[in-house]
């Protein structure tokens, strides 16, 4: 992926792109990772889109496949079940941890970031607020 990520103001450093990076683990260990680029603000990244899938590695950190292209995502979280959480600007999509899609957690008018409880359970953090939602069955 090439950043060339641009402040109104000034260039900033390849590491920009690398702070939207975020992680999610199953309880099998399996790794779950997106770029997160709704976390960035006003820059403007340079990007091929294959790049902004999720990705899925093995617990030792080998690649095993990638799915779903997301480009407005603050986070990504996993279930009890492996489901794997991403969230959207208006809504948290819902993915099996093949890629396929389980279902969302809709009707949210934004996502400053999220997490689930052992229950599944949704909580959303939006302007200063903090939403509970029921798990998704």
Known sequence: MRFAAVNRQKKLPYATGLAAIRIAVDG??????I???GDLGSYD????EEDFRIFRFTPEGKFVDKFVSTMN??????DSQSRVYISETGN????SKDGKPFGSVP???GIDAFALD????VYI????????????Q
């Open 118 to 121: 052992r229950q599944n359970n």
């Open 73 to 78: 995502s603050v986070g990504i979280a996993v």
């Open 35 to 37: 770029y997160a680029l």
């Open 125 to 136: 953090v939006h302007n200063d607020r903090v939403v509970k939602r029921a798990a998704v």
């Open 28 to 33: 099998a260990g399996s790794i779950f990772s």
């Open 107 to 109: 009707n949210l008018t």
């Open 45 to 48: 990244l340079s990007y091929n």
């Open 92 to 95: 948290i999509g819902i993915y």
